[in-house]
Structures are given as C-alpha cells and as structure tokens.
C-alpha cells in the first residue's frame, strides 16, 4: 500500500507496472509524457517472479523512437518481447472512460487483455495499425474522387485491402473469443458489486456481420464490406471498413451502459471489467499482480467490500491513496509512505513504516 500526498508520483510507480506489463499507459496516449521533462529517456527495470522463476525485464523509454529493452539483462530484439511477463491487471480513476468514453477506450481494453493473455497479440495488433496508417494515407491522397478513375491507385488500393482483411480478421477473432470468455465473467462481477441490480452484459459490435468465428468467413465479409463501401471511402479518405471502428457494447438491464448509467453503476461496470479480466488471467496459470490506483476513495461501502475481497484472495496487490483511511482498515498490508527526497531533486523516496 503506497500512501502519500496528492501528486508525489504514486500512479507514476503503478503507470511504470502497467507499461511493463502492455507497454502502454492507463493515462495518455504518447510515450513522451512519460519521460521527466528535461530527462532523454525514462528507465523501467523489473523483476517478475512467475513460478519461482525470476527474470528481469528492463525497459528504455525514448520518446519517438522505439523502445529498448532487456530480458534478464540481455538485449532483445523488440520491446514486443517483454509482454506478457508481468501479468497485470490495473483498475484506475482513467476506468470511468471504458464507460464513459470513445468507443477506442473500450477496443484498449480488449486488445491490452489480449496481449497480456496472448503476447503474439501484440505483433498483430502493430501490422494492422500499420496496414491502416498506409490505407489511410493512400485514400488521402485520393480524397474527393480525383483519382477515382486512376488504375494505380486502385489496384493498389486493392492490396491493401487485402493486408486490411487478413491482420484485421486476426484481430477481430482475438477480440470476438475474447468477449465470448469475457461475458459470463462480467455477469458474475457486476452482481458481486452490486447485488439484486440489474444484469450487466457485453457483447462486441463489429461494422461487419459476424456469424460463427471463423477466420476466414471474418476475411471474406471485411472485404465484401470494403468493397461495397469503396466510394464512401475515397470521397472521405478515411477507412471506414475493421476492427478500428468497432466497439465493445456494455449494457445494464436492456439499456446501454453509455449514456444511461448513474455515475455509480458506470464505476461499477468499469470495476466488473477490470475484475473479469483479473478472473481470466487467474484461471490460466499464475495470479496477476493486482494494481487498484486510487480506486477505494471513489467507492461506496458495498462495492468497497467487494473489491476488498476480490483483493483478498489475490496472490498480490499494490494499492494507491493519498489517505490511509480510505483503504479498508483490517488489511494486513505493508505501507509504504511516499515521501519527497531532502535534496529536492524531485524524486520519490519510498519510506517504509
Ligand atoms: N513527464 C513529466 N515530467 C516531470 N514531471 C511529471 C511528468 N509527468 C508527470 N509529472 C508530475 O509527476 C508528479 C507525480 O504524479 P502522480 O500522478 O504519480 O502523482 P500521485 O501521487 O498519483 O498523485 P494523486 O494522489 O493526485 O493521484 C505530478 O506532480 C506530475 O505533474
Ligand atoms: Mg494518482
């Protein structure tokens, strides 16, 4: 438990966790805030025990460039590598927006929890950000039907189609399965913080129809889609067609979550995602370090509880909050005062009590 003032970097110390565990960050979406300003790089160094096993991952962070990192001190050839040795699940203040916000809060949330389950996530997820950079800036360049009539373009155009197809069909069956174990887990977790309320449900939203999860199939619709949607695009120059415009629909009763959720049930919700994913990485192997960054202080008594108790049997949790008071009072936890260095170079001395 990692007490201290508003502002001494205790999300700093759970943001450092999370990013070695995804190599993103809850809070923004720019490596560059997470470097000091004035430093040229930040430096994350961890050591995972996983079955006993120790190993070392160090990470360097540059600001547009790539990262570096390192597995037991030895150089590896992508930052990709890292992933997946820290399990890790975080629950934040930032949640709110997997309700509450954009429909890619909610596509972060799959593919984060995709990643940490299935490292090789993570490659798909960088081709097809790829695919759909160069997509994108190819119908740009045909934007407004100028080059409709262009043979070219549209043969290239319809290689890329192709790439968007395959790396787009990966990534919707990861997410597709993913929601499907998903589900029930929610259910479970939204009855546990708030019993006798109504039923919360998810379920994935695609631009395309999805019948049985197949590969394939999922190829084949996308570019039948892309196809019949080929003049929508080159007039807008933006690709209208995968899983970057999908979403992940939550729902409370018969309603949508977004929009209709008290501020309460929204936390809620957000805490019953946080919790299903916490409940599917433990069922395969190796409890997740459980991360709770400030969570207690926005909940009420029951959900307090229940979050305590999920914590409970957890194998190890690190909790933030600027007051000890607002951390349930019979954990047997080891507290941490944040506090700041004498020599006032800025840095957080950790002052065990
Ligand atoms: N890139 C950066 N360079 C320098 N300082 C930064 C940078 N990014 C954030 N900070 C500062 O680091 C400090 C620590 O922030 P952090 O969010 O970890 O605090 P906290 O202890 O979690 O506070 P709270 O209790 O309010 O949540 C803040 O004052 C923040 O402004
Ligand atoms: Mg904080």
């Given at each position: ?14 943001e450092?966790?999370?990013y ?6 809850h ?8 470097v ?7 430096v994350v160094s ?52 997997l309700?509450?916000?954009d ?9 984060d ?5 299935r ?13 759909l ?7 740009k360049?045909a ?30 069956a ?19 913080l708030?019993?006798?309320?109504r039923?919360?449900?998810i379920g994935?939203?695609?631009s ?11 190829q ?15 007039e ?33 919700m ?20 459980l ?7 926005e ?15 957890a ?7 600027a007051?000890?008071d607002?951390v349930?009072?019979d ?20 002052v065990?009590?």
């Open positions: 438990m990692f007490v201290g003032p508003n502002g001494y970097g205790k999300t700093n110390l759970v450092a966790l999370w070695s565990s995804t190599l993103s960050s809070r923004v979406a720019t490596d560059a805030p997470l000091r300003i004035g430093a040229p790089r930040a961890t050591i995972v025990v996983n079955d006993g096993r120790e190993c070392a991952v160090d990470l360097e962070i540059t600001s547009g460039r790539a990262n570096k990192a390192r597995l037991n001190r030895s150089p590896v050839r992508s930052a990709r590598e890292v992933v997946g040795v820290l399990r890790a699940v975080l629950f934040a203040p930032e949640d709110l927006a309700v509450r916000g429909p890619a809060d909610r596509r972060r949330y799959l593919d929890l995709a990643t940490v389950r490292p090789r996530i993570a490659a798909v997820r960088a081709d097809y950000d790829k695919v950079r160069q997509r994108t800036a190819l119908l360049t934007t407004g039907g100028r080059m409709r009539g262009d043979r070219g373009v549209l043969d290239t155009l319809d290689v890329w189609d192709g790439h968007l197809a395959t790396h787009g069909a990966e990534l919707m990861a997410r597709i399965e993913l929601v499907n174990e998903l589900a029930p887990e929610v259910v479970k977790a939204y009855s546990l708030a019993p006798g309320s039923t919360a449900s994935y939203r695609a395309i129809d999805i019948g049985v999860l197949d590969i394939e199939l999922l084949a619709a996308l570019l039948a889609e892309m196809a019949r949607r080929r003049d929508a695009e080159l807008r120059g933006v690709c209208l067609v995968g899983p970057h415009r999908d979403d992940l629909e939550l729902r409370l009763g018969d309603q949508p979550a977004k929009g209709f959720a008290s501020h309460g049930e929204s936390w809620s957000a805490l019953a995602l946080r919790l299903a994913a916490y409940e599917l990485l433990r069922a395969e192997g190796g409890d997740p370090v991360l709770l960054d400030d969570v207690f202080a909940l009420d008594a029951a959900r307090r509880q229940a979050l305590a108790a999920a914590a409970a049997s194998e190890q949790v690190l909790v933030t909050a007051v000890a607002d349930p009072r954990w047997d936890a080891t507290q941490v005062m944040i506090a700041l260095r004498e020599d006032d170079s800025g840095r957080v001395s950790a065990q009590t």
